[in-house]
């Protein structure tokens, strides 16, 4: 059973950082896409950020030159750098992994295994 679990979420001020990690366990191959989303109460979920397996990232916009998605050493390793954290970053971090490859990374139906998430607070 595949299974995802994140770390790294918490408190910070606004413009600090932090990093988040995800760590799949139960399946013995790479995931053709790995990906970061965020949701937060009353909207939709979104996409932040997405590598696949040659290691290509996408970002979304408002993550592109605060944020890098990379992956670790480690076969399903993922994590997110976040730096000059805003206010509006408060969200539920996800990470997500799938089987599949089409063109539209920030679809959440492309993804087939979801971690339970983790918190980030921005505070002023």
């Known amino acids: 059973q595949v299974r995802l679990v994140e770390s790294g979420g918490g408190s910070v001020q606004a413009g600090g950082s932090l990093r988040l990690s995800c760590a799949a366990s139960g399946y013995g191959y790479n995931f053709n896409r790995m990906a970061w989303f965020r949701q937060v109460p009353g909207r939709e979920r979104e996409g932040v950020a997405a590598i696949d397996i040659g290691g290509r990232t996408v970002y979304a916009e408002f993550a592109k030159g605060r944020f890098t998605c990379s992956k670790g050493d480690v076969k399903n390793t993922l994590y997110l750098e976040m730096n000059s954290l805003k206010l509006q970053d408060t969200a539920i971090y996800y990470c997500?992994?799938?089987?599949?490859?089409?063109?539209?990374?920030?679809?959440?139906?492309?993804?087939?295994?979801w971690g339970q998430g983790t918190q980030v607070t921005v505070s002023s």
């Open positions: 997500a992994a799938g089987h599949l490859y089409s063109s539209d990374w920030s679809l959440t139906s492309e993804y087939n295994y």
